[in-house]
C-alpha cells in the first residue's frame, strides 16, 4: 500500500480538502485524520521540565546507581 502524508487545516465550514495527490483518478484509497492533541503536548512538556528540575536537585545528583537499584529492588518486593 503506498502511503502519502501531508497536513491540513479544518476550515470554517467543517471540511478539509486534498488536492494534488500522488493516486490516479478512481483508485480506492483509505483516509485517515489525526487531529492534534495539544493538551497531550502540553502535559509532556510539563512533565520533561519536571523531570529536568527534579534531576538538577542536589540530594538526587548524589545518588549513587547502587543506592537507585536498592530503591527499585524494595519497591518490586513490596517493602
Known amino acids: ?8 487545516v479544518i476550515q470554517e465550514s467543517g471540511q478539509i480538502v486534498l488536492s494534488n495527490l500522488p493516486f490516479r483518478p478512481g483508485q480506492l484509497v483509505e483516509v485517515l485524520v489525526l487531529g492534534e492533541d495539544r493538551v497531550q503536548d502540553d502535559l509532556t512538556e510539563k ?13 538526587v545528583q548524589a545518588l549513587t546507581e547502587a543506592e537507585i537499584a536498592a530503591e527499585i529492588a524494595a519497591y518490586r518486593s513490596g517493602q
Open 1 to 8: 500500500m503506498q502511503t502519502y502524508r501531508t497536513l491540513g
Open 47 to 59: 512533565l520533561a521540565l519536571l523531570f529536568e528540575e527534579t534531576q538538577a536537585l542536589p540530594q
